[in-house]
């Protein structure tokens, strides 16, 4: 396979310089951006495997600009912020983004972060080439495509939304744990914010709420999550 693209989304030159001659010294093609008020068009020009966004940028923050590449990429995205607060991750997260590194950030740690998501996109992690789907009651989950469907609604889906949707259907009603969830959803746990998986989870059953879904994801504690189906959708 070729080099993998990433394409960096930062206006502190300095930052994105080092991030970009770093990511070069491992073989990946890098581009960074130029103009901040076309950043949709030159991330699809450079058709990146995967990009690195900050939100602090100018004109329009960084949840703006993924929400606008989410309409015509699924590669991961991965926010890159000096902002620290719990809910700067949720935003992230519910407007597309797959991960959150806080700055300042040790190299190693970004490098881990980028072979992860692309094990898990494109490597030895992503799902072949013929598509699996999962039923349970009237649901539908069709993981490459990234749907869920009940009946006539089909609900569109981030990557780990449909990861996690995939383990607690397949498993219904038992509970699966969060180590389970940890292991599938992240290849190197230790870079994992013990709140990373809560934001993720709730972001699923926002999705299933937002789409009238009755269905819900019960937490039991110290033991993990289990997929309830309302009577309706049995």
């Known amino acids: 396979m070729d080099q993998h693209r990433i394409f960096i989304v930062e ?6 310089s080092l991030l970009a001659d770093t990511l070069r010294k491992y073989q990946y093609e890098v581009a960074i951006i130029e103009d901040f008020e076309q950043v949709t068009t030159e991330c699809l020009a450079f058709d990146p495997h995967l990009i690195l966004l900050d939100i602090n940028l100018p004109s ?8 606008q590449l989410r309409q015509h990429t699924t590669c991961p995205i991965l926010f890159i912020s000096a902002r620290s607060g719990d809910m700067d991750q949720v935003f992230a997260l519910e407007n597309g983004g797959d991960d959150f590194i806080t700055k300042p950030f040790h190299y190693e740690i970004v490098l881990a972060k980028i072979r992860s998501h692309l094990r898990r996109s494109f490597g030895e992690y992503a799902p072949s080439q013929s598509e699996r789907v999962v039923k349970l009651g009237a649901l539908t989950l069709y993981i490459e495509r990234m749907e869920l469907q009940l009946r006539d609604t089909i609900v569109p889906l981030q990557k780990k939304e449909s990861v996690i949707l995939e383990l607690l259907m397949n498993a219904s009603p038992k509970v699966v744990s969060r180590e389970q969830l940890l292991e599938e959803l992240w290849d190197d746990q230790s870079f994992v914010d013990e709140n990373t998986l809560n934001v993720n989870m709730a972001r699923v059953r926002k999705k299933l709420t937002d789409y009238q879904i009755q269905s819900s994801i019960e937490t039991v504690r110290g033991a993990g999550y289990r997929l309830l189906l309302a009577p309706e959708e049995l």
């Open 60 to 67: 329009y923050d960084g949840y703006y600009w993924c929400r």
């Open 11 to 16: 206006d502190d030159k300095k930052i994105a």
